[in-house]
């Protein structure tokens, strides 16, 4: 199996629960990208949108992500996909990349409600529309294609696609 586990996908697609759940059965370690953004700058994320702005916030996500040397599973950001050189890093070798990818009304559910900084800027339609442009990145970066949220399963169609 890959050493890297990369999680990919929308605002509210599960890659962090999915992302926790999957590095404990498969006894690896799990890393969140905000995360570990947020430990660099000392700022949440949505204070360094504030403070920044989503420019700067990708550059710096793009940078952290580029550099990323350590083995287990990793949950990105939404807008990872967005940067081309990024989407470039994930079709290259030695890494596994999973997009999780539910129904728009169970991502909206979920992130509806979160004070996200795209979820406060946008319109629900405007989201929406931010979902359906980034779906084709999520597409041609990915390995695997992953619509449930069973974590057991998303192990086995792991273990499986290891051994075809
Ligand atoms: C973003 C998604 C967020 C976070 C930031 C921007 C996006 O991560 O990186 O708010 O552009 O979709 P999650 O996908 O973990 O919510």
Redesign the pocket.
């Known amino acids: 199996m890959q050493d890297l586990i990369i999680l990919i996908?929308?605002?509210?697609?599960g890659?962090?629960f999915l992302g926790n759940k999957l590095a404990q059965l498969l006894s690896v370690d799990f890393y969140?990208?905000?995360r570990e953004?947020e430990v660099r700058t000392k700022m949440t994320?949505?204070e360094f949108?504030t403070q920044f702005g989503?420019k700067k916030?990708r550059q710096l996500?793009s940078r952290v992500f580029l550099n990323w040397k350590l083995p287990g599973v990793i949950?990105?950001?939404?807008?990872?996909v967005?940067l081309e050189i990024n989407r470039k890093f994930l079709k290259s070798d030695n890494k596994l990349v999973v997009w999780l990818d539910p129904d728009w009304d169970v991502i909206w559910s979920r992130?509806s409600e979160?004070s996200?900084?795209?979820v406060k800027k946008h319109s629900d339609l405007a989201l929406k529309e931010?979902w359906i442009k980034?779906c084709p990145y999520y597409r041609e970066s990915c390995d695997i294609r992953y619509q449930d949220h069973d974590p057991s399963r998303l192990r086995d169609l792991i273990y499986n696609n290891h051994t075809d």
């Open positions: 996908g929308f605002m509210g697609s890659k962090t969140d990208l905000d953004m994320i949505p949108f989503e916030f996500e949950a990105t950001g939404g807008g990872l967005d992130i979160t996200r900084p795209l931010l980034r």
